[in-house]
């Protein structure tokens, strides 16, 4: 378990050149697009139930109704959180912030 880590926190070392710009651009389109806080924060449960806090980017407003109770997601997810829900982009922080999720394969 220990060599795996290690071996993950090393490839994002290294690679820390190419997410990181990619990180930037993407947090600050969130910004513009979106809006603030770009970072999503959530307790999952994980493994045997043990919860875990997830970090991703924020994909959905803050949409609410006359009511002030949250729109239904599907009207709250924008054209770019989509994208960047089928890129798979609004996960990278939990892969290289966090490190509680793995490379696989």
């Not at 990180?23 to 959530?42: D, E, N």
């Amino acid at each position: 378990m220990l060599g795996k880590r290690v071996f993950d926190l090393a490839l994002v070392f290294l690679t820390s050149p190419i997410w990181l710009p990619v990180i930037g651009l993407i947090w600050l389109l969130v910004r513009m697009k979106i809006g603030s806080p770009v970072w999503f924060c959530q307790t999952r449960p994980g493994r045997q139930g043990k919860p875990f806090a997830v970090i991703k980017i924020r994909t959905m407003t803050d949409a609410m109704d006359e009511n002030g109770h949250p729109l239904p997601d599907a009207d709250r997810l924008t054209n770019f959180g989509q994208w960047l829900r089928s890129t798979s982009l609004d996960e990278l922080p939990e892969l290289i912030i966090k490190g509680e999720m793995s490379l696989v394969g």
